[in-house]
């Protein structure tokens, strides 16, 4: 990459200005993420007693270890600060 193809790159990022910036951030109790969220959930809830029932299949190790993951992940981004320069 050139001398001047850098400069327009840089010369672009620098002008550079966001049209739309959201005012704050969407909240997981406006309706609309609300019954997404709950629909999911008793979607899971279905097909977990489905599984269950019918084929006799209890929660494994794997499934286990997910929802230990999941867990981790959201406390790591709840307790980790990404500084910013």
Not at 38 to 67: F, H, Q, V, Y
Request: negative net charge.
């Amino acid at each position: 990459m050139t001398n001047e193809e850098k400069k327009k790159i840089r010369i672009f990022v620098e002008e550079y200005q966001p049209t739309e910036i959201p005012e704050k951030h969407p909240s997981v109790l406006e309706p609309q993420t609300l019954i997404v969220s709950i629909l999911m959930g008793m979607l899971g809830i279905i097909i977990g007693l489905e599984l269950l029932t019918r084929a006799g299949i209890t929660p494994n190790t794997s499934i286990i270890a997910a929802i230990i993951v999941m867990g981790l992940v959201i406390w790591l981004c709840d307790n980790w600060t990404i500084s910013k320069g």
